[in-house]
């Protein structure tokens, strides 16, 4: 796997798994966070399943990026990151669980 993609993705699961932790759960709270990865013919396939309350990060409005940064508002700045590095992102709540799926192809 070339370390190009491999960094798109550990850098997108870390924003995403530190969304989770920081936002998902109160503090205090122990709950678990399954990441499982694939290989593919033609990249990696990576998902995040969390028991936190539902929430799907898709549905954030990109952020205003030529907004100064005094004017411009909380949040949507990760997911914003992961749509930008990622060639596919997908989101479901499935069995109590929110579940974030992304691609990257090998280029």
């Given amino acids: 796997m070339p370390s190009r993609t491999l960094y798109s993705v550990n850098l997108a699961l870390d924003e995403l ?3 989770v932790i920081l936002y998902g759960y109160e503090e ?17 396939v990576a998902s995040v399943a969390d028991e936190a309350k ?3 990060p898709l549905n954030v409005a990109a952020p205003d990026l030529k ?13 914003h990151l992961v749509r930008s590095l990622m060639d596919h992102v997908s ?15 090998i280029r």
Avoid: H
């Fill in 28 to 44: 205090g709270s122990e709950k678990e966070i399954a990441v499982k990865l694939e290989t593919t013919k033609d990249g990696l």
């Fill in 54 to 56: 539902p929430f799907n």
């Fill in 91 to 105: 989101y479901k709540r499935e069995k109590g669980k929110n579940v974030l799926t992304i691609r990257k192809r």
């Fill in 17 to 19: 798994v530190t969304n």
């Fill in 67 to 79: 907004a100064p940064l005094e004017e411009r508002q909380l949040g949507g700045l990760g997911i």
